[in-house]
């Protein structure tokens, strides 16, 4: 995520911004601008930044006359009367921007339900109870979210359970748009041969994977292979972890790159090469991932001076880069066939 400028007053901005702290003046972000942009009619402002100051996005032409184009795609949200899903709610929509920025960004088609129904995209959040649990997840375009993900103590417990390195909102919505970008990418674009050499046959029975998974666990070894565990439940989950991870690297560095961080790579016998990602070129995958490496050891390093857990609790094995050179791949592909910004809502 880049930094943004007042355009009244110049005064750095961050992407969640709705006004100035320096000058005062409206900002919300425009999604044909890419950028933030100071407001000079309210009315333009997405109804959920009128109605419940939730919402800094502007409408946009394409798109529906109320709603800006993420929260357009919301088909459901839960009851807004309830305090704790209410913040929730803001929390999710948050996280939900993000993720649209960076498909934005990588000029990944991104369309509605409402446009198109059968390969369009909608995202249902749900309140579960004991009676009726709501299982996070995706199907035929449709992206559900258990709102319990945004309660950081339930989240946390969930993480301890599971046995997982992290755990956010952001991080399972890039990795339920995986699933759906597989259709879309993999399966609609013929790239299926491809994908089975590199993460196995998905044609495999998902429900025996997953009663093997919980049963038996991950192999020994799946760090070899993996991204994480639970990428070695089936070549399903093995893609759409490794697609989130991949979301993950290109928006951290672009945030790196904004603040124009500069950092030592690491050698054994010498002073290791500065690598400045002011000059990184993300279409580069080697730079990318060499630029990842150096800035993924900074920030366990300064996480580990402050007494703090790894940021960064991951190992990036030969087999792993080759999944995310394959993603990496099909991105740039497909945003070479995509029109410069596909937006619709």
């Known amino acids: 995520m880049r930094l943004f400028a007042c355009d ?5 901005l961050y992407f969640e911004n709705s006004r100035c702290v320096h000058c005062g003046v409206a900002v919300a972000y425009s999604v044909e601008a890419a950028r933030l942009v100071q407001v ?25 006359p109320d709603f800006c184009v ?29 993720l649209l920025y960076t498909l934005f960004a990588l000029q990944l088609p991104v369309v509605s339900r409402k446009v198109d129904e059968a390969t369009g995209l909608a995202f249902r ?7 009726e649990p709501v299982m996070t997840g995706h199907e035929q375009g449709v992206i559900t979210l258990n709102v319990d993900e945004a309660d950081f103590a339930f989240r946390e ?19 339920e748009i995986g699933h759906y970008y597989w259709d879309r ?8 041969d491809g994908f089975r050499a590199l993460f196995g046959d998905e044609s495999q029975s998902y429900e025996e994977a997953i009663a093997r998974h919980y049963e038996s666990g991950p192999p020994a070894n799946w760090n070899e292979s993996f991204i994480s565990a639970y990428a070695s439940m089936h070549p399903w989950e093995d893609w ?10 290109v928006d951290t560095l672009e945030t790196a790159r904004s603040h124009g961080l500069t950092l030592r790579a690491p050698a054994a016998d010498q002073p290791g090469e500065k690598i400045s990602t002011e000059r ?57 066939r995509a029109a410069p910004r596909t937006i619709a809502a």
């Open 70 to 98: 993420s929260c357009g795609l919301s088909e459901v949200i839960p009851d807004l009367s309830e305090p704790a899903n209410d913040q929730a709610w803001r929390r999710i929509e948050a996280a939900k921007r993000r």
């Open 40 to 64: 000079f009619e309210p009315a333009l402002l997405c109804r959920n930044g009128r109605d419940h100051d939730a919402c800094n996005w502007l409408v946009t032409v394409s798109s529906d």
């Open 125 to 131: 959040f749900l309140k579960g109870t004991a009676e």
């Open 157 to 175: 417990n969930m993480r301890e359970k599971m046995g997982e390195g992290y755990r956010t909102v952001l991080g399972h919505l890039r990795h």
């Open 8 to 12: 009244n007053c110049q005064q750095t």
């Open 280 to 336: 990184l070129a993300t279409s580069d995958f080697d730079a990318l991932t060499a630029s990842w490496n150096a800035v993924t050891l900074a920030m366990n390093s300064l996480n580990r001076s402050m007494g703090m857990k790894d940021a960064y609790p991951f190992v990036l094995s030969p087999t792993v880069l080759g999944k995310l050179r394959f993603v990496h791949e099909v991105v740039r592909s497909a945003a070479r």
């Open 185 to 192: 990418i993999i399966r609609d674009g013929q790239r299926v």
């Open 240 to 249: 759409a972890e490794t697609w989130a991870h991949y979301l993950h690297m």
